[in-house]
């Protein structure tokens, strides 16, 4: 990793990266998913559900939903019967997950604080690794896939969802619009934090391309990586296999 990382438009040392980005999301736990619905009209729901096929969990496996912490994916992981572990950075959003959880009645979730780039599981634990809408938060997001690679068993299954850049004529102008302009006022409007929401943004800004995170997909020792654009790669489905 180099001496210093994106924070949005930013450059940072990588521990003040860590820092900020678990400020940032430990200040709006508590409003994420409601966040999630007004920035994306309802249609995160929807890639989620996709998301979830794709992943095609099974009773009995056991799958690490990182970055998991409010439990949106973790809920549709567990319908099948799998055993889901959601592991989180910030135990703020652990918080906010455990209690949704608790609301909905759904129990036998194990919940964990846990660093994307230095995960305190053992070789080969788990069936599958899901991260939805986290990797692009991570400070060293190559360490992070090596990470996946090594936890999960062989023949397990890598599977993230992810912003991406649409390829759509026109909709990538409207888009950015709309991004750059009123995310951040309905972040300061409904979160009370606009600088978030303009990070968060900016995240999605610098992000790879879905070829390039690809390659590092392979390249943390992935076989079989395949990237499924959404509304022309505005979000897109990456994945991979552990052989």
Not at 22 to 51: E, I, P, Q
Not at 126 to 133: G, M, Q
Request: aromatic content about 10%; charged content about 25%; proline content about 3%.
């Amino acid at each position: 990793m180099s001496d210093t990382v994106s924070y949005g438009y930013q450059e940072v040392d990588p521990a003040e990266k860590t820092r900020r980005v678990t400020s940032v999301f430990a200040r709006v736990a508590s409003r994420y998913d409601l966040m999630n619905d007004l920035m994306s009209g309802g249609l995160h729901r929807l890639w989620k559900d996709d998301f979830v096929r794709q992943v095609a969990p099974r009773a009995g496996e056991a799958i690490l939903d990182m970055a998991g912490g409010t439990g949106d994916i973790a809920f549709r992981l567990a319908r099948s019967g799998a055993a889901v572990t959601v592991a989180d950075i910030n135990p703020a959003m652990l918080d906010v997950g455990r209690e949704r959880a608790a609301r909905r009645g759904i129990d036998g979730l194990a919940w964990s604080e846990q660093n994307a780039e230095a995960l305190t599981f053992a070789d080969r634990a788990f069936d599958a690794y899901t991260i939805a809408f986290g990797i692009r938060n991570v400070t060293d997001i190559a360490a992070a896939l090596r990470e996946a690679h090594r936890v999960l068993k062989f023949g397990g299954r890598f599977v993230c969802l992810e912003f991406s850049t649409t390829e759509w004529p026109g909709f990538d102008r409207v888009y950015d619009l709309y991004s750059e302009r009123l995310v951040p006022v309905i972040g300061k409007v409904v979160a009370r934090d606009e600088e978030a929401y303009r990070y968060l943004v900016e995240s999605i800004r610098r992000f790879p391309p879905m070829a390039e995170f690809g390659r590092m997909i392979a390249a943390a020792g992935f076989a079989r990586v395949a990237s499924r654009p959404i509304l022309g790669g505005l979000v897109a489905i990456h994945s991979g296999w552990k052989t």
